[in-house]
Every structure is written in structure tokens, then in C-alpha cells.
């Protein structure tokens, strides 16, 4: 009994371990992702903002933000290992498309005026990354252009698109499986250090003291009636 119990108490110690571990590394790797696309964004936004306002250390010019955002976007897509796109579900350019996260993302952001991110770790086409867009509301400065080919949200304080941020991820599973393992062997390194203490304990403490016992036992059974037994242990 007491081996089968403890055998119960290691097995669901191991599957809780192991829970927790592939939880919480999953998270932890979400989150490294989702930081670097924070900054990202924000680095963009900054773009999109200098755009609106045309004016740096006193240079004032007239420039279109989508455009110059775009334009910034494939320069920086094409040497990072990250790739930056302005998407709407009523695009003015066909390549501006949104696909299917981005559609779920604009839904989620129609719906929640306060829901300022979407994110997740995905897989497209059999290939992992980390998916991660921010609303676009239409601005004043934007209806020169959107107001040409007018749709339910061309006005101003709508959400017409997303900065969309992708982060290839094929290493991911792999980099949480290497985790899990080592994880696992702490785990079990530990409960193994543990048992050894335990049988120690149990085989000085218990075992020892049964076997003098039935020695003595033994000889009284065999009449030898002076046999003592140390209460010590000694």
C-alpha cells in the first residue's frame, strides 16, 4: 500500500510539474514575442504620427501616412526577421488585403472600443509564427483618399485597418520542448534525491529497529529470556 500510494503521488506530482512547465514556458515565449512586437508598433506608430504632422526640426512637407508607413514597412521587412504590413477588410490596394487574423482582429477591435492589441501564436501553412496587430482609426487627414471609395467606416474614429506584425516562429516548439526536458530532469533529480533520503530515513529509522526487534523475538521464542532490547536504538 505504501508503495502504491507513493507511486500515485509521483505520478501526479510529474503530470502537475510538467502542466505547469508547458504552460508557463508557452507563456513565457508569448510574451518575449509579443514585447518585441510592442516595440516594433510603437516604432511605427511613431512613423505614422511624424507623417501626419510632416514637420521634423522645423521641415514641413505634405506626405501620405499609409504610403510612407507602407514604404517604411518593406524596407524594414526586407532586412529584419519580422515582416510589417498596413491590412484593411476595405482596402484601397489590393495587396493591403486582410487575411483571416486580420479579420478576427478587426472584429475584436469593432467590438471593444478598449481593446488596443490582438496576438497569437499561430500556424499557416504548416509553419508557426506569432501574429501580432494594432487598430488603425480613420483620421481627418485620411479622407482625402478614403472618402474617393467611401465605406462603412470612412469616418473619422473608425477602425479601417491594422499594423500587422509577424514574427516567424518554426523554432517555437522545438525551444519549448528543450525547456520541458530540462525542466523535467530537475524534476526528476529531485524527486530521486528525495526517495534516496526518504529510504534512508525509513531504513534507520524504521527497518533497522523491526529487525532487532524480530531478533530478539527470536530468542525469546528459542528461551533465552534474557534478552534485552536497547530503547536507544544502540
Not at 128 to 152: K, Q
Request: contains cysteine; hydrophobic residues 40%; charged residues 20%.
Amino acid at each position: 500500500y505504501l508503495a502504491i500510494s507513493a507511486s500515485i503521488v509521483f505520478l501526479v506530482s510529474f503530470a502537475a510539474y510538467t502542466a505547469a512547465s508547458y504552460f508557463g514556458w508557452s507563456d513565457q515565449i508569448e510574451q518575449q514575442y509579443l514585447e518585441k512586437s510592442r516595440i516594433v508598433a510603437d516604432q511605427m506608430d511613431s512613423v505614422w504620427v511624424y507623417e501626419s504632422t510632416g514637420e521634423i526640426g522645423g521641415d514641413s512637407r505634405e506626405t501620405c501616412q499609409a504610403v510612407a508607413g507602407r514604404a517604411v514597412a518593406d524596407i524594414v521587412s526586407d532586412t529584419a526577421d519580422y515582416t510589417i504590413r498596413y491590412a484593411s477588410d476595405h482596402p484601397l490596394g489590393q495587396g493591403n488585403t486582410a487575411d483571416e487574423f486580420d479579420t478576427r482582429a478587426l472584429e475584436a477591435f469593432r467590438m471593444d472600443p478598449n481593446c488596443s492589441e490582438y496576438w497569437s501564436l499561430i500556424k499557416e501553412n504548416d509553419t508557426r509564427s506569432f501574429r501580432y496587430d494594432r487598430p488603425i482609426a480613420m483620421e481627418e487627414s485620411c479622407l482625402s483618399c478614403h472618402s474617393i471609395f467611401p465605406t462603412a467606416e470612412s469616418s473619422p474614429g473608425n477602425i479601417v485597418g491594422v499594423l500587422s506584425i509577424t514574427y516567424p516562429a518554426p523554432q517555437e516548439s522545438q525551444l519549448l520542448l528543450t525547456h520541458i526536458s530540462l525542466d523535467i530532469a530537475h524534476f526528476l533529480i529531485m524527486m530521486t534525491a528525495v526517495m534516496v533520503v526518504l529510504l534512508l530515513a525509513v531504513h534507520f529509522i524504521v527497518i533497522r529497529p523491526l529487525k532487532r526487534l524480530d531478533r530478539a523475538t527470536g530468542e525469546v521464542a528459542a528461551g533465552n529470556l534474557d534478552v534485552r532490547i536497547d530503547p536507544a536504538g544502540s
